[in-house]
C-alpha cells in the first residue's frame, strides 16, 4: 500500500526557514507526480509544490515560487526547503503523490487534490510575526 509520511513540521518566525520531509512506502510504479498541499484554518486546500519523479521537474504555486524549492533525495522522498515564512504560509502541510501514467506522464504540473492519489497525515506549520 502506498503511504506518505510527512515530517519536520514545526513553529518559525516571520523570514525564518523550516524543510519538510515526505518519505513515500509501498512504490511500485517507475514514476509518480509527488507533492505538497497545505490547508489553513476556514480555508480550501491549496497546491503548493509537485514533482514528477522520472527527471525531477518541478511546478510551483505563484504563492511560493522563488521561496520555497521541492528537491528528490532518492526514489521515494522529497524535501521541501522553504525560505523567508510569512505569516500566511501558516498551515497543514500534507503530501500527496499519484502514478504518473495516471496523470498523462511525464508532466505533474496540476495542483489539484483531486489528481492525487494517496495522502499523508500532515505536518502542521506556525508561523509567528
Known amino acids: 500500500r502506498v503511504q506518505p509520511v510527512e515530517s519536520g513540521g514545526g513553529s518559525v518566525q516571520t523570514g525564518g526557514s523550516l524543510t519538510l520531509s515526505c518519505t513515500v512506502s509501498?512504490?511500485?510504479?517507475?514514476?509518480?507526480?509527488l507533492g505538497w498541499f497545505r490547508q489553513a484554518p476556514g480555508k480550501e486546500r491549496e497546491g503548493v509544490a509537485t514533482i514528477y519523479t522520472g527527471d525531477g521537474s518541478t511546478y510551483y504555486g505563484d504563492s511560493v515560487q522563488g521561496r520555497f524549492t521541492l528537491t528528490q533525495n532518492n526514489k521515494n522522498t522529497v524535501q521541501l526547503q522553504m525560505n523567508s515564512l510569512k505569516p500566511e504560509d501558516a498551515a497543514m502541510y500534507y503530501c500527496a503523490t499519484v502514478p504518473s501514467f495516471l496523470r498523462g506522464g511525464g508532466v505533474c504540473n496540476s495542483h489539484a487534490e483531486d489528481d492525487f492519489q494517496y495522502w499523508g497525515q500532515g505536518t502542521q506549520v506556525t508561523v509567528s510575526s
Open positions: 509501498g512504490l511500485t510504479y517507475s514514476a509518480y507526480c
